[in-house]
């Protein structure tokens, strides 16, 4: 009996067991099966997705001291670094800084982070985890604010005509190049820029970068890396608020040569109007623009401009002194003229009087007698002998009236002979100065003449 009851009991117990290795049914027949997960929904489980608890920490950062670099004491540790700028918002050329928007992305490897994984190679954090661990101290050298707003050392020799290059460099604050070592990560490629990055005054025509080494005396050398950008201005807006204005106003300034020049009020007025106009364009462009200590190529055009307005306003101070010079000879010399002519007036009286005395017949002839010469000796010439023939001695005058016609003939030649020389003088030597308009005849072609040459020079050399 026992034996049975033993056999009994090994039957039970390999029943339960088949029993629980079939699977169960379902309790009603309209439920579907799940299908079977394939091979690519099977994943195998990583440790570092896995959440640790406190007593377990997948990064030891307590472990460490993380004030002191990677590797200290060894060999420098390498820091590369990419850059991705998304804006050029400003320059400012009386500031001489510009203000750009970029992204900065730093690589290096620190072993105190690293942890066990099976098939992942990286861990995802937030922005607390960097105030614990170890990061390179790059800052920008020669920025102003945290929005990166840098120094730019521009020439304006050549403004506006004038191509600028300016850079942002970065820098290590502590580390020497014993320490962190500072490379572009994939070279040239490491910088990337947005295609449509574009200024108001400029061209963007290219971004690069370059490296170098930083020496200070009282640390040592340091890696510096440049982001470098060249800058072109554009001349149009130049053209129309500069350049075409005082052209103009020098244009205007050579009307006065078509003036009368009698016009005083007519060219006095255009030449202070187009020299006025000049300086206030000058002050406008200096305005806008740093005080540097040498020429701009602005200025040189400006100033020049200037110059020939200011000399069209010369030209006419002297044709209208010329001209007074002019009409205060002709007064005078018609002054002359008259009190000659009073002269001669009076010496054709007294000679008919004294022909008058001696023969009625004599007024006929001595009427032509200013327009001759007698002898001072008293002795008449050949022809006044001929011309006299048939007159008795009677009708000759006497010595004394002979000797008073002989002065007033004598006065009246000197008088002649005197202004006739001062007349052909003044002819030959002041022939311009006296046609004071050959003066605004010639201004009308020299002028334009040297300031189309002038032009010429200074788009040549500037451009």
Not at 137 to 161: E, G
Not at 188 to 204: A, R
Not at 402 to 408: A, D, F, G, L, M
Not at 411 to 416: F, T, V
């Amino acid at each position: 009996m026992p034996y049975f009851l033993r056999l009994l009991l090994l039957l039970f117990y390999l029943i339960l067991l088949v029993e629980s290795r079939n699977p169960r049914r379902r309790s009603w027949s309209g439920q579907l099966e799940m299908p079977r997960l394939s091979h690519l929904y099977k994943k195998t489980h990583d440790i570092t997705k896995l959440q640790k608890g406190k007593t377990e920490q997948l990064l030891r950062v307590d472990e460490h001291d993380f004030t002191m670099r990677p590797a200290f004491g060894g060999p420098a540790i390498p820091v590369g670094v990419d850059v991705q700028v998304e804006s050029l918002d400003s320059i400012s050329e009386v500031d001489m800084d510009f203000t750009m928007t970029l992204y900065l992305r730093h690589y290096w490897k620190d072993e105190r982070l690293s942890f066990p994984s099976t098939t992942n190679k990286s861990m995802t954090f937030d922005g607390r985890l960097v105030k614990k661990i170890w990061v390179p101290d790059v800052f920008f050298v020669h920025s102003k604010r945290i929005t990166v707003t840098a120094m730019c050392n521009m020439d304006f020799s050549h403004f506006p005509l004038d191509s600028q290059t300016c850079s942002l460099e970065l820098e290590s604050y502590a580390y020497t190049d014993e320490d962190l070592m500072l490379y572009w990560k994939n070279g040239d490629e490491s910088l990337k820029t947005d295609e449509k990055i574009s200024l108001s005054q400029f061209l963007i025509h290219k971004f690069h970068t370059t490296s170098r080494l930083a020496f200070y005396s009282s640390t040592g050398w340091y890696n510096r890396l440049y982001i470098n950008f060249t800058l072109r201005r554009h001349i149009f807006f130049f053209l129309l608020q500069t350049y075409f204005p005082a052209t103009l106003m020098v244009m205007l300034s050579w009307v006065s040569f078509w003036i009368d020049h009698r016009a005083v009020p007519a060219r006095v007025s255009l030449g202070s109007t187009t020299v006025l106009t000049m300086s206030t364009i000058i002050t406008g462009v200096n305005a806008s623009m740093p005080r540097v200590s040498y020429i701009k190529a602005v200025d040189i055009y400006l100033w020049v401009s200037f110059v020939f307005v200011f000399l069209s306003v010369l030209e006419y101070a002297a044709v209208n002194y010329l001209t007074t010079v002019q009409e205060r000879k002709e007064r005078k010399l018609r002054d002359k003229m008259n009190i000659g002519g009073k002269v001669l007036e009076q010496s054709k009286v007294q000679g008919a009087r004294s022909l008058s005395l001696s023969s009625p017949c004599v007024p006929c002839t001595c009427g032509m007698l200013h327009s001759r010469t007698i002898m001072l000796d008293g002795n008449y010439s050949e022809s006044e002998a001929n011309s006299l023939a048939g007159y008795t001695r009677s009708h000759i005058v006497t010595d004394e009236e002979k000797q008073e016609k002989i002065v007033v003939h004598l006065a009246l030649s000197d008088e002649s002979n005197t202004s006739r020389k001062k007349g052909l003088k003044g002819h030959m030597g002041l022939r311009i100065i006296q046609n004071t308009h050959v003066i605004d005849k010639y201004s009308r072609l020299i002028f334009p003449i040297f300031y189309i040459f002038f032009n010429l020079i200074y788009w040549s050399v500037f451009c």
